[in-house]
């Protein structure tokens, strides 16, 4: 990256978020996914800095972001970043719980998005349970088991289904797990509140696809929870102008296992984005 990147805090109620941002040109702003943090897009915000504004958060209660008790929404938060950057109208890079709040936002603030990419979509109250890692996440979310959360995460949806812990490149696997133990061994996060204080929208965004308008990518590794794949083929169904590819050799945080794949698709949904504006 040879734009210098900046950080600064965006003061919402009950947080304040650490937000960071580079380079000159049409923006993108990526959401992490509720495993990890805002370094998921390491590679992402480095390559597109060179060419775009460039904008990553950490979500409340993940990575540098606090987190308070009181009631809250994501897609709220998403847009006190925007207006803290200055920033009226961007393309959307999110994985996971991210593309949840993408979703929300694009609902509350069509005008604001030029485009939607997501990496291993999900939404609010959809969760994997079909395997036994999944339901392991689910048992050891339940009781807060700090170190069962991050052993039946990692194994559910950083291995996923089909491959052992050796199939799954070390550097991708540790890095992964550094976010999610930090994630997990926080005084507070996220998961602390997120039954008792988040506010989602009603009726929900997946009752509302067909009001999405943004040119939508929905890109799932092939190696993630069978859910992940039923969700992306019911997101690319209900929305109008949505695609779905799916990523050999990478599970639930695609971008990390397949940097390349995933970067070209973004660069190429940026560019059919920007011709249609």
């Not at 339901?135 to 052993?151: M, W």
Request: glycine share 8%; charged share 20%.
């Amino acid at each position: 990256m040879t734009n210098p990147s900046t950080s600064h805090w965006v003061e919402v109620e009950h947080a304040r978020l650490h937000v960071e941002e580079a380079g000159e040109g049409e923006p993108i702003t990526m959401l992490h996914g509720f495993l990890v943090d805002s370094g998921q897009w390491n590679n992402e915000f480095a390559a597109l800095a060179d060419s775009h504004h460039v904008i990553r958060y950490d979500a409340r209660g993940f990575g540098r972001s606090t987190i308070e008790p009181g009631r809250y929404a994501h897609h709220e938060d998403l847009a006190a970043v925007l207006d803290a950057c200055n920033v009226q109208r961007t393309a959307l890079l999110a994985c996971s719980g991210g593309a949840a709040t993408a979703l929300d936002f694009s609902l509350a603030h069509p005008e604001r998005v030029s485009a939607l990419i997501f990496v291993g979509a999900g939404y609010w109250g959809r969760f994997a349970n079909s395997t036994p890692a999944a339901r392991a996440f689910g048992q050891a979310l339940a009781s807060f088991d700090v170190n069962g959360l991050i052993d039946s995460s990692l194994r559910a949806f950083t291995d996923g289904p089909r491959r052992a812990q050796s199939d799954v490149d070390v550097a991708v696997r540790n890095h992964v797990e550094a976010m999610t133990t930090h994630l997990f061994k926080r005084n507070i996060s996220y998961w602390t509140f997120a039954t008792r204080d988040q506010r989602t929208p009603k009726p929900a965004a997946l009752d509302r696809l067909h009001e999405v308008d943004a040119p939508t990518v929905l890109i799932v590794g092939r190696e993630d929870q069978i859910e992940v794949h039923h969700l992306a083929k019911e997101l690319r169904d209900g929305m109008p102008r949505a695609r779905m590819i799916v990523a050999q050799g990478a599970g639930h945080h695609a971008n990390l296992e397949a940097p390349a794949q995933v970067l070209g698709i973004v660069r190429d949904a940026l560019s059919e984005a920007a011709l249609r504006d």
